[in-house]
């Protein structure tokens, strides 16, 4: 990891710079531009405290990359474990560490918060993302098929 970064846990001030970078991870993931709306999504999730951000920064106080956790709870483990939901690094600061640094923070808040384990779901086409993760020690799971029902 670069030491020209630091990674901290986000709070309302950085609204806006989180929500340029969340509403550019949605387009990655195919969705359409939509500014206002990330940045309302996040706004509830910081008030509501529906989720934690970490943001990497750089030396010029830019915010450069996020991860957004959310909580959750396993009743046959009878554990509360942590969802990495989202992880984007801005494409002109890939291939620096942010993204492993990002996950560290992630990582050292989830046990201090008393969680159990994160999961994460990715692509399938997404292998760098896939590689990132095997190294940091995630288990891809080969045992349960994930399922979903859209309520439209």
């Not at 949605?26 to 509501?48: I, M």
């Not at 779901?121 to 799971?141: C, I, S």
Request: net charge negative.
């Amino acid at each position: 990891m670069s030491s020209q970064f630091q990674y901290r846990e986000a709070a309302l001030p950085d609204l806006k710079g989180v929500a340029s970078l969340f509403d550019a991870y949605r387009q990655f993931y195919s969705c359409e531009p939509a500014l206002e709306s990330a940045e309302a999504w996040l706004s509830t999730n910081f008030t509501d405290r529906r989720s934690t951000v970490f943001v990497a920064e750089d030396a010029d106080a830019n915010l450069v990359g996020f991860t957004q956790l959310y909580p959750a709870l396993c009743s046959v483990d009878l554990v509360r474990y942590f969802v990495l939901y989202d992880l984007y690094v801005a494409p002109s600061h890939r291939r620096q560490g942010l993204g492993r640094g990002l996950m560290a923070a992630a990582q050292s808040w989830a046990l201090a918060a008393g969680g159990a384990r994160i999961e994460l779901e990715t692509a399938r086409d997404n292998v760098g993302a896939q590689a990132l993760y095997e190294t940091l020690g995630y288990e891809k799971d080969e045992v349960f098929y994930k399922y979903s029902l859209e309520l439209k």
